[in-house]
């Protein structure tokens, strides 16, 4: 008898366990849609704060295609302007144009100093990435814990504040394996982009190893767009600009 | 040889770089608001940056190539003030583009001044579909996947290890371009073909001229690793074949590698007599190199480079030992025909930046140390492995005003007796730098 009910109660945490991990990821989905199309262009104002107030603007161009093709090109500042990143799965290239040819970065690195790293820049849907399960639910919010499906994601986990009624998040914890805050991500400003697309336009972060640096990212133009694969290839890439 | 009208366009921008750089203020930014109107694309875009460069640099008096150079000069330093300005432009039409770039320079040393303006791009360049380009006119090309020499650049120019990063000057041929992307494990494939002609005035310093030459680049992204395969064949440099790779092994953790075959190499090199021999054969250039990241922001790149066209200590030592003799003998008999023996030689190839054979090449920094964001400290060191000879350049770099890129770089070289890096004209070297973008 005892067998059984172990069996049982083994039975129903493996059923309600996966349930919940459906559960998540389908809602994990949904976020990725209701944050942005599959494939779309994009601009993008980036701003590093210093503590002591001063800014640092970058303005960025962005295309993405699909689950793991993305290239994020500068328009501003002119130091940067022209400098692209591709993005292919968990491959990373930086051009700039007087290097004149790409070269591997990792998602770790920051190609414009801050809060925000590459990673956050150049983002693929958190579905692609993560694995979630729902931690919470209160009538105003779900809580996801998001697991990176491999060890190349910038972040191990994620605690991600779901808001019920758009269904797009709030705040998100990005913490490292160890369990160690990286960075608090805060989406906020919900703004009507057209074409069905309701979401928050400003994403501001800060982070506990860099004390008192804020960074922000403001969304201006999201529209879904359909590119050719040939897009998003290292030969490619100096030509980006012609996309606009 | 420039005209009067080059010189006095010259001066002109070297004097707007210094108008550039100390009549704009420090920008400060503003608040949250997006205008995305400023940012659509328009036809026609430029841009560039203006800059200003003081060297001081302390001579190695007991060194060849100060003996070379400085002969008729004696001196124990030499300050150098250069101001660049470098403009690039696009015109936008359709399916054709124009691009070009333009670099002038204004150096004015203890002794000399000097200027140049080079176009180092203008090319037409028609895009009908994604998938193809076809490119005319002067285009830089950098092929191959490492940081400090690239033996796969068979069309490249060769970049200075230290400054890897700058623009350089193009040649002009007829490129094109096509792409394939694919599911699976082959994701990329690209073929970039280029054809070179030498004649007299276009792309003459390349090589042999009335030559039309042929360079093809085969890209491919296979199970996440770049590839290249590179073929160069024409009568003004000999044929030649080349393959290099890059990949991550890790997230944080890059490797690359290049090999080169260069067939029927033809070199002149100085025997134990002093007499100049012409050899002739095929030679290896290869490179392998890492990338890593820390957890702290620092980035590590380590590169070896085997130089077969390069030469051996001993042919190297029997060179310094010759510039000796020849310095000696304007001393004891007032004649500089050995000199001027010594100095021919040395521009075929001993007076190149890394004339050895074999080099490890070191760059570190780190980004935002101390949590002061947007400065990088670093350190490159360049060793010649045979004769142990090495610079060492610490620098600091600050790009925490819009637009601004100040640098400091201290560079010293040491080595034993008849080593290349002792043997060059400078002790040590100071350079302060500062660049404004538009």
Redesign the interface.
Known sequence: MKKYITASLLFFWVVSSSAFAIDGNELLEKVDRNLQPESYEM?R?L??I?PDG????Y?L?TVKKGQDKMVALF?????E??RATLR????MWLY??????P??I?????VV??VFNNSDILRLDYSSEYDATILEETEESYVLACKAKT??V?YDRLKMNVDKKTMVPVTIECHAASGMLIKTLYYKEIKDFGDGLVRPS?LETDSPL????KS?M?Y??INKKEL?????????LP?V??L? | MRNNGCRICCRVLFFAAFLFLFSLPVKAEDDYSFDIAAFEPKPFEFGGYAEIKWEHMDLNKEGAFYGLNFYDDPRSTLDRFTGTMQLDGRYKKGIWTFNGLLNAAGRHDNNDWSDSLDVFEANLSLKPTPFATVDLGKKTFKWGKGYAWNPVGFIDRSKDPNDPEEAMEGYIGAGLDLIKSFDGSMQTIALTTVVLPVREDVNEDFGEKDHVNLAAKLYMLYLDTDIDFIIFTGNSRSTRYGIDFSRNLTTNFEIHGEFAYITDFKQNYLSETEELIPREGSVKRYLAGLRYLTESDITTIIEFYHNGAGFSESELGRFYQLVDDAYTDLQNTGSDALLQKAKNISGMGYAAPQAGRNYLYLKINQKDPFDILYFTPGLITILNLDDQSYSISPEILYTGFTNWELRMRLTVLNGGNHTEFEEKQNEDKLECRIRYHF
Do not use: C, H
């Not at chain 1, 328009?75 to 130091?79: E, N, R």
């Not at chain 1, 050719?228 to 490619?236: H, K, R, S």
């Open positions: 601009y104002k701003i590093n210093e001063s800014k640092k603007e303005v161009f328009l501003s500042p002119a130091s302007k022209g292919l799965g968990d491959n700039i144009p007087s290097v004149g040819k070269i591997r990792t998602s770790l690195q920051s100093g801050g060890s190349s910038a400003v860099y004390k008192g640096y922000v403001i201006a133009k050719a694969d040939e897009v998003f290839t290292l030969n490619y030509r600009d012609e606009r």
